[in-house]
């Protein structure tokens, strides 16, 4: 019996550690996600002030469409802005399990997503639902706020 309770107490500590940790990985993913459909929408103002009395074509416009998800259109293109409502850890192949960094806590492989997509504006427009986006860049964000950029170039 003391065997059964030892690894019963060892999974309640690990769903105790690990639910708590992947919960701050979400309250500073959703802040940081926040902070940027802030600054999308203030730079959007701030732009188009200073775009004003030029074609009206020519403009910036932010949507935030929920919770997760923020767009601006920039001309052609819709940047949209997607965070992701799970919390990951880094596959074992992945580069960042090479740093220090993560291999001194594995904790710190755990963490949040914002994916950034670049479509043709004219894809929503028109509904035109086979029409590809485009991944460009993927922020990751972890329980110690620490952040991580992939992108298709170097960043």
């Known amino acids: 019996m003391p065997e059964q309770d030892e690894k019963k107490s060892l999974i309640i500590n690990t769903l105790k550690g690990k639910s708590l940790l992947k919960q701050k990985v979400y309250d500073n993913t959703f802040e940081a996600f926040c902070m940027v459909k ?7 103002k701030d732009i188009n002030t200073n775009l004003s009395g030029l074609d009206p074509r020519i403009k910036l416009e932010y949507t935030d469409r929920s919770n997760f998800d923020a767009q601006l259109k920039v001309a052609g293109d819709i940047l949209l ?3 992701h409502s799970n919390i990951f850890q880094f596959d074992r192949e992945h580069a960042a399990w090479k740093t220090s ?3 001194k806590n594995h904790f710190n492989a755990y963490s949040g997503i914002i994916n ?4 043709l504006a004219d894809s929503f427009k028109y509904s035109r639902q086979d029409d590809l986006g485009y991944l460009i860049a993927r922020v990751f964000i972890n329980h110690e706020n620490q952040y991580f950029v992939e992108g298709k170039r170097q960043m």
Not at 116 to 119: E, G, K, P
């Open 81 to 83: 802005f997607s965070m």
């Open 101 to 103: 960094y993560i291999q």
């Open 38 to 44: 802030d600054i999308l929408k203030s730079l959007s």
């Open 116 to 119: 950034i997509y670049n479509f």
